[in-house]
C-alpha cells in the first residue's frame, strides 16, 4: 500500500512499565516498555542444611518472602555452639518459602520493547503495549527471517527482475537497508555480511540458501518467495521511490499461531492523516489487481479479467475454481485457481 | 432433541486450512448426505476469526442445497422451520486450535511414561518435555533429576498441562509424591494467567494426598491409572481428559469460537474422535475385519483403526502438508521426499514447495512437479505416523497376519479409508490410490475408499446427534470406493517377474478374464465402479492372499473408480536403490495405475 495509516502494536510478554505517554513521538530504537522476567531460581533446601524439622524453617529465616538478597548472603541460620547458616547462591529474590525449602528467584532478566516504527503513540495499554501510528507505505513480503531492523533504503537493482549479486552491494551499503531485485545470489550474502547492511530485500531467493540465511545478523525479506522470481513490478517501483528514506523492516514470518508476515514500512510525511487499512473480505472481481503465489505464475502481477462460474483443468490434471487474470507481456491472459491469489490493495 | 423429531443435521468442521460443512437430512424417511461446501479457514491473521471462514461454507452450501440456513442476523437458523429453512440439529468438529502443550511425569520412562505418551497421541497434542526417574526417553537414558531440574524443565517449557503418571494402584507412593509437589512448585512460579493445569493419572492410591499437594496452586484433574499392573495399560480415561483439556484450553480460545459454540447442539468433537467415531462403527459391522481411516491434513495427520469396535486413535499434530510440511521435511530429510518422484528435483526445490505450503496453506500445486512433491510429503506423514501408531497398537488389532512374517506387516483392514485435501484431492484417483498403497502398504484383500470431501468428521459428529443418521448416511455420502486390491504377500523376495497369483474374474455382467501376476508387478484390472465380479485367487505355493499360505480364494467384489488393483510390489515395499532406476519405476507405477 503505498500510502496508508501504519499501526503497530509492541507488547511486553508480561505486565512490566509503558515507558512513554499518548500523543508521544517516538524514534524506531526508543524503548517504549520494559519489564524485568524471570529467568531461573534456585530451590534452597534449609530444612537439611541446617539440620532442622522441616516444620521449623520459617523461624530460623533471617530474610523474609519477598526480599531481596545479594551473592552470599545469609538467608536462613540458626545460632549457638552449631552455627550454621545457607547463604544465597545468587543475587536474587525470596519468593517462597515451604515444605523445609526456599524458593529464590535468581536476579530477573530486563526485557525491553523498542518503538520498531516512527511515530506517534495512539494508544498506551497500561503495563501491556503501546500502539505506535504513522503515516506511511507497507509492502508485505512472502517470507523472511531474523528480526527487525531500522535503516535507510538503499536500491542497488534497476530492474524488478536484476539479481542481487555480491558486486551490486558496495561500501555506500553500509549500515543501510538494501533492496535489490530478483533472486537473492550466495554472493551478495556474504558482501552484505562484511558491509553490515541492516537488512536485504529482493523478490526471491534459491532454497537451498535457506539454512544459510537463517543464521545472518541481520533480517532478509522475499517480496515474492522461493525461486527464482523477480520483485513484483509495483513493488519495486514503490522501494525504488523510497530510496534515501529512512524503513523499519521485520523479517518474523509465522504462518501460524499469531501469524506474522515480513515487512517493509517507510513512515511518510503528509498533510493528510490517510486512513487505517479496511479489513479483509473484499471479494474478487473483475479488475481486481491480483498477485499469484505458486509456480508457474509465482510472484506475477495482473488484472482480473474473467471469473469463470466452472471449475478448470489446470496443467497438473485437477479441476478447480479460478479466475482469468491478464499478467501482461509475454504471459498474456492466464487461468489461475482463487487460493492461488493474492488481492493486491 | 429427541431423535425421531430430528430431520436435518449441519456439520461443521473447522480445520487448519479448510472449514467444512455438511448437510445431512432426512429424505423420504432415510437420511441422506444433502450437500457439502467448504471455505478457506480464517483463523489467523487477517481474519482471526472462525465464523468467517464457516460463514463463506455456508453460503456455498445454502446455494447448493436450496436452503436458507442464516438468518439476516448472522446467526444460525434453528431447529429447521417449516419452510424447509435451517437445520434442526448443529455438530462442531475442531482441528484447527494449535496442540496442547504436554509435560509428562513419571517413575519408568518404558512402562508408565509409555502408556501416558500413547494416551497422548490420541488428540492434537505436543509433548514439550519428559521427565523420568528411570528407562530411556527417545533413546536417551534418563538423566538424574534433582528437584531443581523438574522444577525449572517446567517452568522454562511452560506447559499447558503437567501429566504426572506413577507407580501401580498400591505401589510406590513417595517418588510419586515427589514429582507432584516439583509440579507443583513449578506451576506456582508461573503467572497465573497461563497457569498450567495438571493431571495425575497414577497410583490411585495418592490420589488423596496429590489433591492435598496441589491445593489450589492449579486446576487438577484426576484419571484412573494409566499402569493400574505392570502389565495392564488402561489409557482410555486419561485420554478422555486430554481431549476435553484440548477443548476447553485450546479449541476455546479459537478466535471468535465463542459465538459458534452457540451454534452447536452438542458439545464440540476433535475432529480426529469424530473420525475415530465412524471408524469404530465400520469395524463392528464385521468383527473379523478392522476398519482404517487415515487423514492427512494441513497441521496434522491421524490414524484412526479399529477392530471389533476397539479403536486406536494415533494423531501427529506436527505432521502436515501445510502448515506442518516443514514437520515431514525435518522428520524425514529430503532424500526420503524425492525418492517418491518420478523426476529429480531441483536443489532447494522441496524446500520451495513446503515454504509456499506454509505460507498459502490453502494454494493448491498448478504443474506436475509441484503435485507430485506435495503427495510425496503427504506418502511420508503417513509412513510416519503409522509406523509410530503401529507400535502402540495392541495385539488384538494384529488380525491374521500377527507374527507370521519376519517383517512386521499392516494388519487387516477393510476397508482403508483416505482423506485429507492432499490424498482426498488429487486429480487422478490412481494418484491417491497408489499414494495410499505406498504409505500404508496393505495387506490381503482390501477396498480402498476416497474421503474426498472430507466428510468423515461430519458422519462421526452426527453420531453424538443421531447415530441411524451416521449409518443411513454413509451409505449415501460422498466417500468414493477407489477399488478393491489384492496384496499377495510372501516370507521371502521372489524373482521379479516369476508368477505368483493367477487371477480369474468373473464379471456378473458377462465375461471372464485370466490374468497371471507377476512378483515386482502392480497390475490395474476392469473393474468400474457399480460393477460386480467374483475374484477366484489361486496363489503360488508359498504365497498368502490372506487366507493363509498357498491357500486360494473365491470371493465377490466391487468395482471401484480405479477397478481392480493386484500390488505384487511385496511387503515391505522396496525402492531401487539407484536414482534413476527408482524414478523410473516411480513413473511406471504412475502410469500402471493411471496417473
Redesign the interface.
Known sequence: MPLTMIQRVRSLP?PGEVLVKKGERVEPTQVVARVHQ?Q????LDVARALRIPRSQVKRFMVKEIGAAVEAGQPIAGRGGLFRRFVRAPAKGKI??VG?GRV?LEVEPQLIQVHAYLKGTVAVVALGQSVTIESPGAIVQG??GCGGEAFGVLRVVADKADEPLRGRNIDVACHGAIVVGGGCIEASALEQAQQLQVRGLIAGSM?????AQVQVLPFPIILTE???RVPMAEPIFSLLRSQTGREASISGE?R???????PEILVPLPTETKPSVPP???APLTVGSRVRV??????GAVGNVVALPVQAQR???????HGAEVNLGGEKGTVF??Y??L?LLR | MEDSRIESILAIDVGAVLTKTTLIARVEGAFRFVGHAEAPSTVEWPWTDVIAGVDHALQQLSFSARRKLIDSHGHLITPEQSSGAGVDVCVITVSAAGPLHLVLMGLSADLSVASLQHAATCTYTKVVDVLTRAGSVDGQPSAHLTEEDRVRRIYRARPDVVCIVGGTDGGADMPVIDLVESASLAVSLIDESHRPRILFAGNAALRPRVVESIGSEAELKVADNVRPNVDVESIGPAQTELEAMYQAIKVAQLPGFDLLRKWSTLPTLPTSRAIANVVQYLSLEDTRKGALAVDVGGASTTIAAARAGHVQLHVRSDLGTAFNARGVLKARGEEAIARWLPFEPRPGEIQTVVTEKELYPSSVPQDSNELFIEQALAREALRLAMSQARAAWPSELGGPYAGLYPTPLMPYFEPIIGGGSVVGRAPRPGQAALLLLDALEPIGVTTLVLDSGGLLPALGACALAHPLATVQALGSSGLTTLGTVVVPVTTGRPKVGETILNVSIKYKNGGDLDVQVAAGSLEVLPLPLGQKAVLELRPRSGVDIGRGRSRGSSIEVQGGLIGLMIDARGRPLALPADAGKRRERVQQWLWDMGA
Open positions: 508480561a524471570t531461573d531460581f534456585r530451590i519468593v517462597a515444605n524458593l512472502a517470507w534459491e532454497g537451498e540458501l535457506c518467495g522461493w525461486g514470518t504462518s501460524r499461531f499469531d501469524a506474522r508476515r479489513p479483509p473480505g503465489v505458486r509456480p508457474p505464475y509465482v489446470v496443467e497438473c490434471g485437477a479441476r478447480v489461475v485457481p487460493v492461488n493474492e
